[in-house]
């Protein structure tokens, strides 16, 4: 069925970067993509972009170009999502989710909270 | 970049009700669109695909339509653990983009 586990909660300051991993377990990572959502307080879900776990290409939000960077590490078979220059309006809950195919995100991790402040 | 406009924001329903919540498209987005059924706490789980495919194992009650702009999602006779936050998400175009969300209570 799989799994995705995420990392644990951050506090940063702003100007600061974060790294938020999502591990996969139970099926054959590289088969999938990987998706990255954020969800800010009582706000709805943003899109931020996809990382093939198959040959790495990316899609990018575009505001979020520039800032965000995925990756993927095949041999421990865990997705990355980094975000620079983190700005107060970054605090938000970050999803992983493994994408099937365009828009099906049939597997979610439980999310990490970053927090922004100074 | 396509907005995904969903209402209502909120309903109450009671168990045995038909529940109808609406995604509207700013733009023509063919049957590109997919909804996902949210509980506290909880991960996050794809319902409808292609606008009216029910994704398997969900239960029959649920079931989407539209095509263009405008799209539903219907909840027959909908019962207690069906209480959540209902989302959908467009993939005819980059960013995909996703609706604000309705929360459904049970009365």
């Known amino acids: 069925q799989g799994q995705l586990v995420q990392s644990g909660a951050e506090v940063k300051k702003p100007g600061a970067s974060v790294k938020v991993s999502c591990k996969a377990s139970?099926?054959?990572?590289?088969?999938?993509?990987i998706n990255w959502v954020r969800q800010a307080p009582g706000q709805g879900l943003e899109w931020m972009g996809w990382?093939?776990?198959?040959?790495?290409?990316?899609n990018y939000a575009q505001k979020l170009q520039g800032r965000v960077t995925m990756t993927t590490d095949t041999s421990t078979s865990t997705a990355y999502m980094e975000l620079r220059s983190l700005r107060s309006d970054d605090t938000a809950v970050y999803y992983c989710a493994r994408v099937i195919a365009a828009g099906a995100f049939d597997i979610w991790g439980q999310g990490t909270m970053v927090t922004v402040s100074s | 970049e396509t907005t995904l406009t969903q209402s209502p924001a909120f309903m109450s329903a009671t168990p045995g009700d038909k529940v109808n919540i609406s995604c509207k498209a700013s733009q023509d987005i063919d049957d590109d669109m997919n909804w996902y059924q949210q509980k506290p706490g909880e991960a996050a789980i794809f319902i409808i695909q292609e606008a009216t495919t029910l994704v398997p194992g969900i239960p029959p009650r649920f079931s989407g339509s539209g095509y263009g702009t405008e799209f539903t999602l219907t909840i027959n006779n909908i019962e207690s653990e069906d209480a959540a936050y209902y989302f959908c998400l467009q993939h005819d175009n980059f960013p995909w983009t996703f609706g604000q969300g309705t929360k459904v209570e049970m009365k």
């Open positions: 990382i093939s776990a198959y040959n790495g290409k990316t």
């Open positions: 139970g099926y054959t990572f590289t088969t999938y993509g």
